[in-house]
């Protein structure tokens, strides 16, 4: 599955949390494992994660992590998903995600978590903001950018000027997903782009960007790196 295109796999976006699951299985099978049934948490630990918060938790936050709760490799490279037992409740949102450092939180609104694929907000300096409008949407995300952070020698980033952005939107494929806000400045729009075995993340825009990626293998992430002549962070020999 080294060809594996994720813009070609989301074509049609994500309709529903069914789709974003279905696209995770065949995402994680090209990218890294396929999925396996104890990688997901035991029913009971989401339960006493109920009992204990007092509140209930939405049904595409418990069917992420009955899936994949216990894969590391898909939600916690470089952010972290917390463990059941983590799950906490801060001025009023439901936290299940880090960043690495704690400058960061994902979570969802105790307003809506009877609703069964509510919005996600992010916390940084300006306190909560819009993330991305569902649950299932930001497990995509999680899988993605986590990917695209794991350990090896596939993966590279530049901060790349105007006409390398044009350049990355003219040779790569728009995957089709929303738009959403970075953490660390909610201001600079983050987008996903892919070609076969490779793939693309752009946090800004404008004058300048910041551009990760990740190949399907080192070869793909070379061919990367030659299409778009920036300055790369890393030096693979």
Sequence with gaps: ???????AA??????DRRAAWRF?????????EPLRDNDGVDPQELGAAQERLGIPLPAALREAYLLFGRRDDLTSNQDWLAAPNGLS?????????????????????????????????????AGWQPFLDRVSLACVEMV???????PGDRDNAAEVPAEL?????????????????????????I??????????????????AWLYVRGRTA????????AVPARWAIGHS
């Design 144 to 150: 993605l950018s986590e990917t695209l952070f794991a």
């Design 10 to 15: 989301l074509r049609d976006g994500v309709a």
């Design 24 to 32: 995770i299985r065949a995402f994680a099978a090209a990218w890294a």
């Design 89 to 125: 409740v801060d001025r009023e949102v439901l936290v299940f995600r880090h960043e690495n450092q704690n400058a960061a939180s994902w979570g969802i609104p105790v307003a809506a978590v009877a609703d069964p694929d509510p919005p996600v907000l992010v916390e940084h300096d």
């Design 1 to 7: 599955m080294d060809g594996y295109d994720v813009a």
């Design 219 to 226: 070869e793909e992430r070379e061919r990367i790196e030659q």
């Design 165 to 189: 952005i044009e350049l990355v939107e003219k040779n790569y494929r728009r995957v089709n997903f929303p738009e959403y806000p970075s953490w660390a400045d909610p201001a600079d729009p």
């Design 191 to 208: 987008r996903w782009y892919s070609a076969p075995g490779q793939l693309l993340r752009m946090d800004g825009g404008g004058e300048w």
